[in-house]
């Protein structure tokens, strides 16, 4: 190799080396991220477990916690599993929605809706710790 070319090359890694640690640094996080990340989910949860408590707005006034106390009898863990009422394997959403539409007598929220999101996270969070069991009946 002539000595210009191995200094290209040694330009070329410096070049990669560099590329590649701000990739590193772009993941990088601290406590004060971690605690902010932490607060912003525990807010969406109590806005879930709000949602959960009648925050819907349905007419009928029935509220998820008449029928699942404490997120009871929801099994997030057993997701996606079948489910007969809709003849498919569903995902929690999905089974959300249909509790929505029958005893709620609501529309149904799109899956990304933020407060489908945040009855998701509340009820997730209500079961944490239990062990994931998905296709369980
Ligand atoms: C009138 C009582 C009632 C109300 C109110 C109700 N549900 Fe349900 N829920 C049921 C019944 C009955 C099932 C069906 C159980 C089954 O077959 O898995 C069910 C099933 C579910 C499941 C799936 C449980 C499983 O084992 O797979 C979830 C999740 C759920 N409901 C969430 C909600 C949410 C969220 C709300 C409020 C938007 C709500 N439910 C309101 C009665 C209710």
């Known amino acids: 190799m002539t000595g210009t070319n191995i200094t290209t090359a040694r330009l070329?890694?410096?070049?990669?080396?560099?590329?590649?640690s701000t990739l590193l640094q772009?993941?990088?996080f601290n406590q004060?991220?971690?605690d902010r990340w932490q607060a912003e989910y525990m807010s969406v949860v109590a806005e879930g477990?709000?949602?959960?408590?009648?925050?819907?707005?349905?007419?009928?006034t029935v509220s998820c916690d008449q029928c699942h106390p404490n997120?009871?009898?929801?099994?997030?863990?057993t997701?996606?599993?079948?489910?007969?009422?809709?003849?498919?394997?569903?995902e929690l959403w999905e089974m959300i929605?249909?509790?929505i539409m029958n005893p709620l007598e609501a529309d149904p929220l799109a899956a990304d809706d933020p407060r489908m999101i945040a009855i998701q996270a509340y009820i997730n969070h209500e079961r944490r710790g239990v062990k994931l069991a998905p296709g369980k009946h």
């Open 12 to 20: 070329l890694l410096a070049g990669a080396a560099l590329f590649f």
């Open 26 to 28: 772009a993941d990088d």
């Open 32 to 34: 004060a991220d971690l």
């Open 49 to 60: 477990e709000r949602v959960f408590h009648g925050g819907l707005g349905n007419d009928n």
């Open 71 to 77: 997120a009871s009898n929801t099994h997030p863990e």
């Open 79 to 90: 997701y996606p599993k079948f489910q007969q009422q809709l003849g498919k394997v569903s």
């Open 97 to 99: 929605n249909w509790c």
